[in-house]
């Protein structure tokens, strides 16, 4: 109940392509979900986030849709770019009361290569 | 600004030698510190996580442990190395909120021989 599905696990995109990564989850007390971008030998690091009350975000070309009644979540990046090229990670965060603090459940990952 | 300094950044080491992998955040007080693992083309495995000095949780058994003895600082340590634990190594930091963002270093590349 604490995983956050994420697919494809590889994707492969067109310059100027629409890329979409999809993530699914069952636990209904997540209430924020952000995306990380890391790029090879780095960390990740936060692209864009949403919370459940928003069914859209957007942020120059990338877009989160979110659907709260199917528990499942995009991301959409529009005129896919060589330099858009990286890992992307959804995430989900959830109050752990043992730890008395929010705590990020991460998806397992899309490498995104996209080809000029 | 926050910034998180990891080091150091590639390492090698024989099976069985001992490990210390550092961490440390600066500008910010009583952060959550996290120490992630990532194998070759793989997810982020949450290992322990900290939300205040000497306050350890470990989230995978293994030969591994980490500890806090001070507010900002971080440190994942091995008695002895197994070939398994090679892989990217990770130290973040969060303020603990819903929507607090979770940042990372720029990693460990530990490669056990």
């Known amino acids: 109940q604490q995983q956050v599905k994420q697919s494809p696990q590889s994707l492969i995109v067109q310059k100027g392509g629409i890329s979409i990564i999809n993530c699914a989850y069952e636990n209904t007390a997540f209430d924020y979900f952000p995306w990380y971008q890391q790029f090879p030998g780095k960390g990740p690091a936060l692209l864009i986030a949403?919370?459940?009350?928003?069914s859209e975000k957007k942020e120059g070309r990338f877009t989160i849709s979110f659907n709260k009644s199917a528990k499942q979540f995009s991301l959409h990046i529009m005129d896919s770019q060589p330099g858009d090229s990286a890992t992307y990670f959804c995430?989900?965060?959830?109050?752990?009361?043992?730890?008395?603090?929010?705590?990020?459940?991460f998806g397992k990952g899309t490498k995104l290569s996209v080809i000029p | 600004s926050q910034t998180i300094h990891q080091w150091p950044a590639t390492l090698v080491q024989p099976v069985g030698s001992p490990l210390s992998l550092e961490c440390t955040v600066e500008g910010t007080s009583n952060p959550n510190l996290y120490w992630y693992r990532q194998a070759a083309g793989r997810g982020l495995q949450l290992l322990f996580y900290s939300v205040g000095i000497g306050q350890i949780s470990s989230e995978v058994p293994q030969n591994l442990s980490a500890s806090r003895p001070q507010d900002r600082q971080f440190i994942l340590s091995s008695k002895k190395l197994l070939l398994s634990d090679s892989g990217f190594y990770l130290c973040?930091?969060?303020?603990?909120?819903?929507?607090?963002?979770?940042?990372f270093g720029n990693g460990t590349r530990l490669t056990v021989t």
């Open positions: 973040a930091w969060d303020r603990g909120f819903s929507n607090s963002p979770l940042h």
């Open positions: 995430a989900a965060t959830l109050f752990y009361s043992g730890a008395g603090s929010y705590q990020l459940t």
């Open positions: 949403i919370r459940p009350d928003v």
